[in-house]
């Protein structure tokens, strides 16, 4: 399991990067969506035995993050107007490098609670933090609407894994309340982008301010 738990956060490291050079649209909502289904699988791989308590968790994370959640934005994609293209505030070779810096960043944090009097992996804890910070960063540099939906939904795998790696004593009904919580978010958030579209013909952030309810 070991093993299995290593190559799964290499991924997902991977994947961070993936989303912070990627230049289309639909590139970011896929490499969030095998992100997502990724960690949804950590539970299984990370606990010495499959009980089911984690196998509930897996499935329905599963569901979520790599089913209904990348739905959601697939069809709102159909649904507006806005261009495939990212359209980023900072360039794609300089969120590169504020990446490295961010995974140095959570690595030195990693390795801080790791040393900590309570061992943690470290591995996971640098994993999840540097998605965590990814997602903000998704957030604050993209110029679309629809990119801080992918960028909200990345904090949250970063949340997500995190938990399950450090509250093993955390009520099912805790874990899969984030995940709703998660997707009332993404269903408010695609109705706003809906009407900023409608409305403006685009779904640049800067025209938020001058959407009125």
Partial sequence: MTHLLDIALALGLVLN????????????VLWMAIQGALYAMV???????????LLVLAIAALAMKGGIFPWLLIRLRRRTTFHFE?????????????????????????QRLHAGPRAYDAGLLTTSFFTILTGLLLIVTRRKAVMQVVGYLVLENGIYLFGVGTVVEAPMLVELGVLLDAFVAVFVMSIAVYNLSREFEGTDVDKLAELKG
């Avoid at 990067?17 to 970011?28: E, K, N, P, Q, T």
């Fill in 43 to 53: 539970p299984l791989a990370a606990g010495e035995t499959v009980t089911l308590r």
């Fill in 86 to 110: 990212v359209e980023p505030y900072l360039g794609f070779v300089a969120s590169l490098l504020v990446g490295v810096v961010l995974l140095a960043g959570a690595a030195t944090l990693g």
């Fill in 17 to 28: 990067f993936a989303l912070l050079g990627s230049s289309r649209i639909g590139g970011c």
